[in-house]
């Protein structure tokens, strides 16, 4: 089992920063995608980032693009999130995800607990 651990949310004013942490313990393969969703009062769920441990394509929702940044460091299979130039409209929890194939299990995902974000004057 994969534990994900979020940290870093906050109240922020609007143009303000934030940058999240999400790190993951347990049966983790070399191989996988972690990334952010998030989801506001009375709106379903929805993807913020990705970024696979390859390192290769980042995907990013558009109404983030351009503000939003996402990394990781797999030596310590953690995934971050860097918040720049917050709006009201980025309000939301912020759920860190990871997902991974096993050969027996196959597609396998995890959702950490959720670290509240609120953009507020």
């Known amino acids: 089992q994969v534990q994900l651990v979020e940290s870093g949310g906050g109240l922020v004013q609007p143009g303000g920063s934030l940058r999240l942490s999400c790190a993951a313990s347990?049966?983790?393969?070399?191989?996988?995608?972690m990334g952010w969703y998030r989801q506001a009062p009375g709106k379903q769920r929805e993807l913020v980032a990705t970024?696979?441990?390859?390192?290769?394509?980042?995907k990013y929702a558009d109404s983030v693009k351009g503000r939003f940044t996402i990394s990781r460091d797999n030596a310590k299979n953690t995934v971050y999130l860097r918040m720049d130039r917050l709006k009201p409209e980025d309000t939301a929890v912020y759920y860190c995800?990871?997902?991974?194939?096993?050969?027996?299990?196959?597609?396998?995902?995890?959702w950490g607990q959720g670290t509240q974000v609120t953009v507020s004057s």
């Open positions: 995800y990871l997902e991974q194939t096993g050969i027996f299990i196959g597609r396998d995902e995890f």
């Open positions: 347990g049966n983790i393969f070399s191989s996988n995608t």
């Open positions: 970024i696979p441990s390859e390192l290769t394509t980042k």
